[in-house]
């Protein structure tokens, strides 16, 4: 099977079932997310420990880029902390804009939105759930904890 393919089939297979699919109540912080060219619209819900994401969960109607994306996003940043998140965010944000960079082989799944770097219109698509995470722990950031 080629590379392609199998990209193909981890966006489809994210857009059929995405992953941690729904609201998350309560959460600690939500954000929500809107891609006017293409009409993606999601809301980003996070349960976090600290520094660290214990849940994270999404909901919304949108492309089937931007599904999967935020789907795999779920997966992958869940049990991270803000740093490890903050790094792997720039790694994605390098896979989707950088067209002739190498694929990082430690992206795993990721990876898989690589093949949006030849549709620059579906940029944002992909994007669109990473900035949405971002506002969400932005806005965390201002919750002071006692404890
Ligand atoms: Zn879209």
């Known amino acids: 099977m080629e590379l ?8 489809l297979d994210h857009n059929r079932r995405p992953r941690n699919f729904g609201r998350l109540e309560p959460a600690d912080a939500v954000a929500e997310g809107n891609n006017p060219l293409c009409g993606d619209r ?3 819900y996070l349960r976090l420990d600290g520094d660290r994401v214990t849940d994270v969960r999404f909901e919304g109607k949108g492309c089937a880029i931007s599904t999967a994306s935020a789907s795999l996003m779920t997966e992958a940043v869940k049990g991270k902390d803000r740093s490890a998140i903050a790094e792997l965010f720039e790694r994605i944000h390098a896979l989707l804009t950088q067209h002739d960079a190498p694929v990082d082989p430690e992206l795993g799944k990721l990876a898989a939105l690589s093949g949006v770097r030849e549709y620059p219109a579906r940029v944002k698509c992909a994007s669109l759930c990473w900035h949405t995470l971002n506002a969400a722990l932005e806005r965390s950031a201002a919750v002071v904890s006692t404890e």
């Open 4 to 11: 392609k393919d199998l990209y193909r089939d981890v966006i």
């Open 42 to 44: 999601l809301s980003v």
